[in-house]
Nanobody, 123 residues
């Protein structure tokens, strides 16, 4: 089971970045997926989640209206479109595979994690 994030980098405030997470060696379509982030010196925090059907989506209040999570089950890929980026969005971003049928906001709701991709928002 493997998750590999990509698409991070440096963006200016107000800019955009698009993250991808390629999944392999498990049945991607039957699991909920999530994005988390961890800023330096802080705990890992929930960003967004999507149900296995894609019909139920949840966002942290801090990113609601700016970030969009989506999935392409044919490509075994999870996405996070990030618009209107702010310096406080700077963090290492992780994708994660949900344990069961429902997506959640807690780290314990997920059992497989990628290594992360760095997002830095700075002028």
């Amino acid at each position: 089971v493997q998750l590999v994030e990509s698409g991070g980098g440096l963006a200016q405030p107000g800019g955009s970045l698009s993250l991808s997470c390629a999944a392999s060696e498990f049945s991607f379509s039957i699991y909920p997926m999530g994005w988390f982030r961890q800023a330096s010196g802080k705990e890992r925090e929930f960003v967004a989640s999507i149900s296995r059907s894609g019909t139920t989506i949840d966002y942290a209040d801090s990113v609601k209206g700016r970030f969009t999570i989506s999935r392409d089950d044919a490509k075994n890929t999870l996405y996070l479109q990030m618009n209107n980026l702010k310096p406080e969005d700077t963090a290492l971003y992780f994708c994660a595979k949900g344990r069961g049928t429902g997506a959640g906001r807690t780290v314990s709701s997920y059992n497989i994690w990628g290594r992360g991709t760095q997002v830095t928002v700075s002028s």
